[in-house]
């Protein structure tokens, strides 16, 4: 079957989303996908509505390629230039939901309706979590629309990283005998890192040597810099912001331990949660937000601790308990890698949207 993928991120293009389309198409076997990058170039800039001139771009990949079946890769606005292609065209589509994307429409009444007109019309929909799947059966969509395909770890066959890399990280930030906590993602509120950077004042006094690496660019970059400043810990805190796919690995294995105190932000949402599985896959137990996805990503007291986001206490109560636990975090460690080498591997969620696919077009025939 030839399948048409449209979406707005897309390798080179970094984050999870493209990765997780990415790995997909790799992995979906018996199915030919032809990928279309919707880029700004895409959209009019002074035109409404936006995402017609989109439209227009599909409908000529349509006619040159002629595919079974449209991939929509975000909802909105991808979906709704989807929905008149299989309007007009009579070309059917599937949508795939990451938890922000279904969340934040329901906020503004035109945007939620264009949010149902595109997942009315969907053949199936896809979920990244069970947290999403259940989002959408609360909007009134059948158990049976819904496949739950999770994300895996871009990493897990790359954990083994080479010494001497691992050396030059420490010594470029002096990481040499210190306690290194980690958090891989966007500098945004819904993250946590502003949280993390509030507990360190009182986790120091127990672990002096204690010092907190953040990968990762964001909009609040000036304000999680201005109140490391407040604080007087700029001798502790590490902004790392363009750190390549390739380096990752390695900072993952030189952290201590991985927090990310991700947190549910009036429908602003942490849907899954990649980097938990990457650290896991490192070898990293987690300390996560109880919020969204992320308590499936983190199986709370198994792979990981799970705390209130907005309690800077308990927060550093868990840090400080994998940090002085040694037994508690070798087998939080030890669970976490073995429950992403078993269940989270790209080839074994791709299954599932494959058998949705082939029984899509079975009962098409």
């Given amino acids: 079957m030839k399948i048409l993928l449209v979406t707005m ?18 992995n979906l076997t018996g199915h030919q996908v032809k990928v279309f990058q919707a880029g700004p170039a895409s959209f009019y800039k002074f035109f409404w509505p936006k995402w017609l001139k989109l439209y227009f771009e599909i409908k000529k990949n349509v006619k040159k390629d002629k595919p079974d079946l449209i991939w929509v890769g975000q909802v909105l606005p991808v979906g709704e230039a989807a929905y008149l292609i299989k309007k007009f065209y009579n070309i059917h589509y599937f949508a795939s939901t990451h938890g922000l994307d279904i969340m934040l429409p329901q906020q503004q009444l035109r945007k939620e309706k264009a949010m149902r007109q595109v997942l009315d019309n969907a053949e199936f929909i896809t979920a990244n979590s069970n947290f999403t ?20 770890s871009n990493i897990l066959m790359n954990r083994e990283i080479n010494e001497a890399k691992k050396q030059i990280i420490r010594n470029k930030l002096n990481l040499n005998n210190k306690k290194v906590l980690l958090t891989v993602g966007r500098l945004v509120e819904r993250k946590g890192q502003g949280t993390v950077i509030g507990t360190l004042p009182k986790l120091l006094e127990k672990f002096p040597d204690l010092v907190y690496v953040m990968v990762g660019d964001g909009p609040d970059n000036a304000k999680l810099k ?3 400043f407040k604080l007087g810990l700029a001798d502790k805190v590490f902004f790392l912001e363009n750190i390549s796919n390739e380096e990752l690995p390695a900072y993952y294995q030189v952290a201590d331990l991985f927090v990310m105190p991700a947190k549910n932000l009036a429908g602003d949402v942490e849907g899954f949660g990649i980097v938990y599985l990457e650290a896991a896959a490192c070898g990293l137990p987690a300390v996560a937000g109880k919020s969204g996805g992320v308590m499936e990503a983190v199986v709370d007291g198994q792979t990981g601790l799970l705390v209130d986001p907005d309690n800077q206490e308990e927060l550093a109560e868990k840090i400080s308990e994998l940090l002085i636990n040694r037994e508690l975090y070798k087998k939080l ?21 494959i058998s949705k696919l082939n029984l899509w077009r079975k009962t098409k025939k």
Avoid: M, T
Wanted: aromatic content about 14%; some cysteine.
């Fill in 226 to 228: 201005a109140l490391v």
């Fill in 133 to 152: 799947k259940k989002e959408l059966l609360n909007l009134g969509y059948a158990e049976d629309k819904v496949e739950v395909v999770y994300p895996c």
């Fill in 9 to 26: 991120e897309y390798p080179p293009f970094k984050g999870g989303v493209g990765n997780y389309y990415f790995n997909l198409v790799k």
């Fill in 333 to 353: 460690a030890n669970n976490a890698r073995s429950r992403v080498e078993r269940d989270f591997i790209w080839a074994k969620q791709a299954d599932k949207l």
